[in-house]
């Protein structure tokens, strides 16, 4: 498969998009190391099913992204796999449906604990392992639609994605020396566990019927239909692959034209 056997972290894969990401690295060649939280294993377990029933290699793990000795060992994990590591993808995030006024501190700084915090903790490891190899590699963030211009009753959250857009761009400058790039993901309306939450909060807020406020959002996608987890892993292995080698520092929407960056 030409991929001169990469090894491929995927965070957050148990389900929904990382989940889509894992398969598709797999399919790519990659071997690929498959984390998620302690509680979520028995999703891990079926990912790396499906990658091995496709022919490809795959390792599950546990992650919690929010304490750096869990990511130390994470890499542990890919590098006693595979003999190295070259892809990183820092896909685990959260979501939070609320009125900004309702906010509470400690939801807000558990929703920056895990999407922020966790894609500095996890780049920071994937690159001080990278730079010690000292043959580059590939960092990719997982950023959102609501990176560029948010949605209402997802203010902290959009919030979080705008700053791992930042923090891809920084992180970008400082490793390209070490042949690093470092780039980001941003799915618009996916069909996941996520937005069928988002969904019902924002139907209850606006009231409509569950299902009709994503149907009212995706009115404004260009291709006509809500994404697939296919859709977002597609672009990912291109970041993730050879093909992406002069690209970085960039937060790429993957959204069917919701909207522009």
Same mark, same amino acid.
């Given at each position: 498969?030409?991929?001169?056997?990469?090894?491929?972290?995927?965070?957050?894969?148990?389900?929904?998009?990382?989940?889509?990401?894992? !398969?598709?690295?797999?399919?790519?060649?990659?071997?690929?190391?498959?984390?998620?939280? *302690?509680?979520?294993?028995?999703?891990?377990?079926?990912?790396?099913?499906?990658?091995?029933?496709?022919?490809?290699?795959?390792?599950?793990?546990?992650?919690?992204?929010?304490?750096?000795?869990?990511?130390?060992?994470?890499?542990?994990?890919?590098?006693?796999?595979? /003999?190295?590591?070259?892809?990183?993808?820092?896909?685990? /995030?959260?979501?939070?449906?609320?009125?900004?006024?309702?906010?509470?501190?400690?939801?807000?700084?558990?929703?920056?604990?895990?999407? @922020?915090?966790?894609?500095? @903790?996890?780049?920071?490891?994937?690159?001080?392992?990278?730079?010690? !190899?000292?043959?580059?590699?590939?960092?990719?963030?997982?950023?959102?639609?609501?990176?560029?211009? *948010?949605?209402?009753?997802?203010? *902290?959250?959009?919030?979080?994605?705008?700053?791992?857009?930042?923090?891809?761009?920084?992180?970008?400058?400082?490793?390209?020396?070490?042949?690093?790039?470092?780039?980001?993901?941003? *799915? /618009?309306?996916?069909?996941?566990?996520?937005?069928?939450?988002?969904?019902?909060?924002?139907?209850?807020?606006?009231?409509?019927?569950?299902?009709?406020?994503?149907?009212?959002?995706?009115?404004?996608?260009?291709?006509?239909?809500?994404?697939?987890?296919?859709?977002?892993?597609?672009?990912?292995?291109?970041?993730?692959?050879?093909?992406?080698?002069?690209?970085?520092?960039?937060?790429?929407?993957?959204? /069917?034209?919701?909207?522009?960056?």
């Amino acid at each position: 498969m030409g991929t001169n056997n990469s090894v491929a972290v995927v965070t957050g894969s148990a389900r929904g998009i990382g989940q889509g990401i894992a !398969q598709r690295l797999g399919a790519d060649g990659h071997h690929v190391i498959v984390a998620d939280l *302690p509680s979520m294993q028995d999703g891990v377990t079926a990912t790396v099913e499906a990658i091995e029933s496709a022919g490809g290699k795959a390792t599950g793990t546990k992650v919690d992204v929010t304490d750096e000795d869990s990511l130390s060992r994470l890499v542990e994990v890919a590098v006693d796999a595979g /003999g190295k590591l070259d892809v990183f993808v820092a896909n685990a /995030g959260i979501a939070q449906v609320e009125p900004l006024i309702d906010y509470s501190k400690a939801d807000f700084e558990k929703i920056v604990d895990v999407n @922020l915090t966790g894609v500095f @903790l996890s780049y920071q490891a994937a690159a001080k392992q990278m730079i010690e !190899q000292g043959n580059g590699g590939k960092i990719i963030g997982a950023a959102s639609i609501v990176a560029f211009r *948010p949605f209402a009753l997802l203010s *902290p959250y959009s919030a979080t994605k705008w700053a791992v857009r930042g923090l891809t761009q920084g992180a970008a400058m400082e490793w390209a020396k070490h042949g690093i790039t470092v780039n980001a993901y941003g *799915p /618009g309306i996916v069909g996941t566990a996520m937005w069928d939450l988002i969904d019902e909060k924002l139907a209850a807020e606006e009231g409509l019927a569950k299902g009709e406020a994503i149907r009212k959002y995706a009115g404004d996608i260009l291709m006509g239909r809500v994404s697939v987890p296919e859709d977002v892993a597609n672009l990912v292995s291109f970041l993730a692959g050879e093909d992406s080698d002069y690209v970085t520092g960039q937060t790429m929407l993957v959204d /069917g034209g919701m909207q522009f960056s």
